[in-house]
C-alpha cells in the first residue's frame, strides 16, 4: 500500500508539472494558442488554468510526503531547497495565476521549460538519497531470454489486442465507414511489425547489456545506459509522433523534445530508486528501470495473470475514450504507447527468471529481429498476394492505411518502417523535399512578420446597384453535405432545409469544397475570397478582409459573431453589432444566435433604410461540443445510418434555421435577401475509423454544402450548379451580385457564381485548385472537375488519392507517379503564389 501510495502521490507530482509544462508549450505555438487556449476545443484546459494553483499545492504536499525521510539525510538542503522553492511558487501562483494570464509569445516557451526543472530537482533528492543505499554488488543475471520472450509475447499480443478493440468498435452502433478493412492478411501484416518494432526493442537491450558486463557493477551500468536509451528513444518518439501533431518543428522542436525526454526519464529513475527495497541487491538495471511501471511484480501468479488482463480492459477504454475526440490521432497515439509500455513491463513481470542464456542461443534470438527486417524489406519490394491484401504494392498500401485509421497502434509500426516501405515506391518527386515544403510554408510563427498588401477584390468599392439586397450568411462549423436532404434524399430530419433548397430563387450547388480544413484559416478565407498566408494571423489583417470592405463601403448595418478567428481577422467600425456579445466561442448556439438578430431586426427603426448584413458560425455540432455534451443523442430518436449524436444536432439546427427563415418572411425581408446557408468545413463520422477535422482533408471534410437564396430582381442570373464551388467563392459572388467590378482574378481568388461570363463559371473545372489544413503541413489537389483528391501529409509523412465520385467519403485509390508529380507540382505554384501575393518573407 506504501508503494501504491507513493506512486500515486509522486505520480500526480509529474503529472501537474508535465501538464503546466504541455499548457505553456500550446500557447507558445499559434494556431494551438487560438484552439486550445483561446476557443478551448479542449474543455478540461479551461477548468485546468482555473484550478492549476490549488491543483499545485496538492501535488507539492504529496510530493513532500514522498520526501520526508530525506529532511533527515544527507539530502537536507536539497529538500528544504525543494519546499521552499515550491511553497514560493504556489504563493505567487495563488496571486497571480500564470496560465489565466499566459500569452502566445516566447516566455510561453520559457516558461514550458521551467516547469520541467521540479522532476530534475525531487529526482535528484531520490538519486543522491535512497540511491545510496541501493547494494549493486548483487551477482548480474544474464535474463537475455526473459527479455526475449517478453518482447516476443508484446510483439504478439499487442496486435491482437487492438484487432480485437477494433472488432469490437467496428461491430457497434455508430460512424459511417466502409466495409471493414481487416482481413488475414492485414492481421498477419500487423502482427510481423509489431513483433518486428518489440524485437528491435530487445536488441537495443542486448545492446546495453553487453556494454554493461565489463563493467564492475554491470546491474548500474545497465541501469544508466538503459535510462539513456530510453531517453533518446522518447525524444524520437515526442519529435516524431507528439510535435508534428501541434506543428512544432525545426531546431526548437528538437530541443524541447529532447528536454521532455530527458525530464521524464529522471523522472522515472528517482522514483524507481525510490521504491526498490533497499535489503535486496540490485541484480539487473532492466528490474529496476521497469519496477515503476509494474504491478504485483513480486505477487501470486494469478494476480500478476489479473493484471494482464486489467492492461487488456484499459487498452480498450484509452482506445474508445480518444477515438472521437482526438487530434491528428496524437492522443490515441499516446494512449497506444502507454499500452505498449505497460504491457511490456506487465508481461515481463509475469515471465519467470530464466537465468542466463548460451551464446549460442543469444546469437539466435539476436538474428531473428534481422531476419525480420529483411524479410519486410522483401515483401515492400515484391509483394505477395496475401488474402485480403490485394495482388500488388498500390492495393497492399490502400488496404493498410485504411486498417490503420482504425488500429492506431498499427498506425504507430506502420509509421515507424515508412521510410523503408517510401523507398520502394517508384515516382520522379523527391518526397522528402516536398514535406519539407509543406511545412516550411505551415504555421508560419508569428515573429515571421508579414506585410499584408491591399488585396481588394476590386480597386474600390464604389456604390453603384440602385437596390442593395440584405445579406444573411449562416455558417454552421462543421456540416457535412450528407446530412442535409437537398444533398442525400436518405435524411429525413432536415425538412426547413429541403423547404428553402426548394423555394423560388435557391440555388444548391452540389460540387460544393472548402479550401481549407478546419475553421482556423477557413473562416478568413471566406471573408478574403482567396487563399491567405498558413499564418495565424497576419497583423494587420484588414487589407485583405474583402467581404468587410464590401459591408461597409456599401455602408451595411452589420451584425456580426466574432469569434476567435475573426476577432484576429476583422477590424470594428460603427456600424457593426457583435452577436453572442459575452458568450465564448466554443459555446455559440445557432438558435440563440438567430433568436438574437430576429430581436434585433425587429427592434430596427421602420424608417432605417440601411440594407442589412449579418454573419454568424455556430459550433453546435463541432467535435468538441459534442465531446462535452457527453456524444448524447439529444432527442433520442432513431438515426439508422448516420452518425446519431451528430445527426440529432443536425435536427436543431434545420429547426432554428426554419423558424429564422419564416421570421424574414413576416419582416417581408426574404424576398429581398441573399441568404446563405453553408459551412466552413465538414466532418469525419467514422469514416474508416476516423473522427473529427483537425489535421486533415480526406473527401468528407472537404466536402461543404452552398446553398444560396437570392432576392427577387437578381433570379435570373446564370448560375452551374453542377460545376465545382468552393467556399471562397462567396465572397467574390457578392460582390459581382451587388455590381462591383472588374474583379480580381488569379489561381488564389474565388469565381462569382452566378457570373455571366462563362469562363469564370468553368474556371475551377478546367483547373482544378488546392486545398489545404488550417492547422498542418497538409496539402491537397482536386481536380477533373472535382472527381479525383491527392493528399501529400507532412505531418505524418503519407500521401493519399480518392475517387471523389463514389460518395461523399470517396473512394481510395492508388498514388500513381504521374499523379504525384502533377499535384506536387501544382501545390508547389500555389503555396510560391501565396508567399509572392501576401509578400511572406522567405527567411523563417
Not at 175 to 190: C, F, K, L, N
Not at 410 to 433: E, K, N, S, T, Y
Not at 460 to 473: D, E, K, N, S, Y
Not at 600 to 619: C, E, H, I, M, N
Amino acid at each position: 500500500m506504501t508503494r501504491v501510495v507513493f506512486l500515486a502521490c509522486r505520480g500526480l507530482f509529474t503529472l501537474v508539472c508535465l501538464l503546466t509544462s504541455v499548457y505553456c508549450l500550446l500557447a507558445f505555438l499559434p494556431f494551438t494558442y487560438q484552439n486550445v487556449i483561446e476557443f478551448k476545443v479542449v474543455g478540461w484546459t479551461g477548468d485546468f488554468a482555473l484550478l492549476h494553483p490549488w491543483l499545485w499545492w496538492i501535488a507539492l504536499i504529496g510530493a513532500a510526503w514522498t520526501i520526508a525521510d530525506d529532511y533527515r539525510a544527507g539530502t537536507r538542503a536539497l529538500v528544504v531547497g525543494f519546499l521552499i522553492a515550491g511553497a514560493a511558487s504556489g504563493v505567487a501562483l495563488v496571486a497571480s495565476p500564470l496560465l489565466a494570464g499566459i500569452r502566445n509569445e516566447f516566455r510561453s516557451l520559457v516558461w514550458a521549460g521551467l516547469w520541467l526543472a521540479p522532476l530534475w530537482w525531487i529526482a535528484a533528492i531520490d538519486l543522491l538519497g535512497a540511491g545510496r543505499h541501493l547494494r549493486w554488488n548483487g551477482r548480474d543475471q544474464r535474463d537475455g531470454a526473459r527479455v526475449f520472450w517478453s518482447c516476443a509475447a508484446a510483439g504478439v499480443a499487442v496486435p491482437l489486442v487492438y484487432a480485437g478493440i477494433h472488432a469490437m468498435r467496428t461491430g457497434a452502433a455508430g460512424g459511417t465507414g466502409g466495409p471493414d478493412p481487416w482481413s488475414p492478411g492485414v492481421a498477419a501484416w500487423s502482427v510481423g511489425l509489431h513483433l518486428l518494432t518489440f524485437l528491435a526493442l530487445f536488441a537495443l537491450v542486448s545492446l546495453v547489456r553487453a556494454l554493461s558486463a565489463a563493467s564492475r557493477r554491470p546491474a548500474l551500468w545497465e541501469f544508466a545506459l538503459l535510462g539513456a536509451a530510453e531517453a533518446i528513444v522518447l525524444a524520437a518518439v515526442i519529435r516524431t509522433v507528439v510535435f508534428p501533431a501541434v506543428s512544432f518543428l525545426g531546431t526548437e522542436g528538437l530541443v524541447m523534445a529532447a528536454f521532455y525526454a530527458a525530464s521524464l526519464t529522471v523522472a522515472a529513475a528517482g522514483m524507481a530508486v525510490r521504491i526498490w527495497p533497499p535489503s535486496e541487491p540490485v541484480r539487473s538495471g532492466l528490474d529496476l528501470a521497469a519496477r515503476p511501471f509494474t504491478v504485483a511484480p513480486d505477487g501470486p501468479v494469478m494476480v500478476r495473470v489479473f493484471v494482464l488482463v486489467v492492461w487488456v480492459g484499459l487498452a480498450y477504454m484509452l482506445a474508445v475514450s480518444t477515438a472521437r475526440m482526438d487530434w491528428n490521432y496524437l492522443l490515441q497515439s499516446l494512449a497506444a504507447l502507454a499500452i505498449w509500455l505497460l504491457g511490456l513491463a506487465w508481461i515481463y513481470a509475469v515471465l519467470p527468471h530464466t537465468g542466463p542464456q548460451r551464446p549460442a542461443t543469444a546469437l539466435v534470438m539476436l538474428a531473428i529481429p534481422v531476419v525480420l527486417l529483411l524479410g519486410y524489406r522483401g515483401l515492400v519490394a515484391n509483394p505477395p498476394a496475401w488474402p485480403g491484401l490485394g495482388t500488388d504494392a498500390a492495393q497492399r498500401s490502400a488496404r493498410l492505411e485504411r486498417y490503420a485509421g482504425y488500429d492506431v497502434s498499427f498506425r504507430l509500426v506502420q509509421g515507424i518502417f515508412r521510410p523503408m516501405a517510401a523507398a520502394a515506391v517508384p515516382g520522379g518527386v523527391d518526397m522528402g523535399a516536398f514535406y519539407a515544403l509543406l511545412q516550411q510554408h505551415t504555421n508560419i510563427p508569428r515573429t515571421v512578420k508579414i506585410d499584408v498588401p491591399d488585396l481588394g477584390l476590386v480597386p474600390q468599392v464604389t456604390p453603384g446597384a440602385a437596390r442593395l439586397p440584405h445579406i444573411f450568411i449562416i455558417v454552421i462549423d462543421s456540416l457535412r453535405q450528407d446530412y442535409l436532404s437537398p444533398y442525400n434524399p436518405a435524411v429525413t430530419f432536415t425538412p426547413s432545409v429541403a423547404a428553402f433548397a426548394q423555394g423560388p430563387g435557391t440555388v444548391v450547388f452540389r460540387q460544393a469544397f472548402t479550401r481549407y480544413g478546419a475553421t482556423g484559416l477557413s473562416e478568413p478565407a471566406i471573408w478574403t475570397g482567396r487563399m491567405v498566408p498558413h499564418q495565424q494571423y497576419p497583423s494587420p489583417f484588414g487589407q485583405a478582409n474583402s467581404l468587410q470592405k464590401l459591408v461597409r463601403g456599401l455602408g451595411y448595418e452589420a451584425f456580426v459573431s466574432v469569434d476567435v478567428p475573426l476577432q484576429a481577422v476583422l477590424s470594428r467600425w460603427p456600424e457593426l453589432t457583435e452577436l453572442d456579445k459575452g458568450i465564448a466561442n466554443r459555446d455559440y448556439e445557432v438558435g440563440r444566435t438567430l433568436k438574437e438578430l430576429e430581436a434585433k431586426l425587429r427592434a430596427r427603426p421602420s424608417d432605417d433604410g440601411r440594407p442589412v448584413f449579418a454573419y454568424t458560425q455556430p459550433q453546435n455540432i463541432h467535435v468538441s461540443a459534442i465531446a462535452r455534451e457527453g456524444t448524447s443523442v439529444v432527442d433520442g430518436a432513431d438515426y439508422t445510418g448516420f452518425y446519431a449524436p451528430y445527426a440529432s444536432r443536425v435536427r436543431q439546427i434545420d429547426a432554428a434555421f426554419g423558424r429564422f427563415i419564416a421570421a424574414l418572411r413576416e419582416l417581408n425581408l426574404y424576398d429581398d435577401s441573399i441568404v446563405v446557408f453553408t459551412s466552413d468545413h465538414g466532418d469525419s463520422l467514422g469514416e474508416d475509423g476516423r473522427f473529427g477535422h483537425a489535421y486533415t482533408i480526406y473527401p468528407e471534410i472537404l466536402r461543404i454544402p452552398i446553398i444560396v437564396h437570392l432576392p427577387t430582381w437578381l433570379r435570373d442570373r446564370p448560375r452551374d450548379v453542377s460545376g465545382v464551388t468552393l467556399s471562397t467563392d462567396l465572397t467574390p459572388t457578392l460582390y459581382d451580385l451587388l455590381g462591383q467590378r472588374p474583379l480580381a482574378s488569379g489561381p488564389l481568388v474565388g469565381r462569382p457564381l452566378f457570373s455571366d461570363q462563362a469562363g469564370e463559371r468553368r474556371a475551377h473545372r478546367d483547373e482544378g485548385f488546392v486545398v489545404a489544413s488550417s492547422y498542418g503541413p497538409v496539402y491537397g489537389w482536386i481536380a477533373g472537375d472535382g472527381a479525383s483528391l491527392y493528399i501529400a501529409d507532412a505531418t505524418s509523412f503519407r500521401e493519399y488519392a480518392y475517387d471523389l465520385t463514389t460518395g461523399v467519403a470517396g473512394t481510395p485509390r492508388p498514388v500513381t507517379p504521374a499523379l504525384r508529380e502533377g499535384a506536387a507540382a501544382r501545390i508547389r505554384t500555389a503555396i510560391d503564389e501565396v508567399a509572392r501575393t501576401y509578400r511572406v518573407p522567405a527567411a523563417r
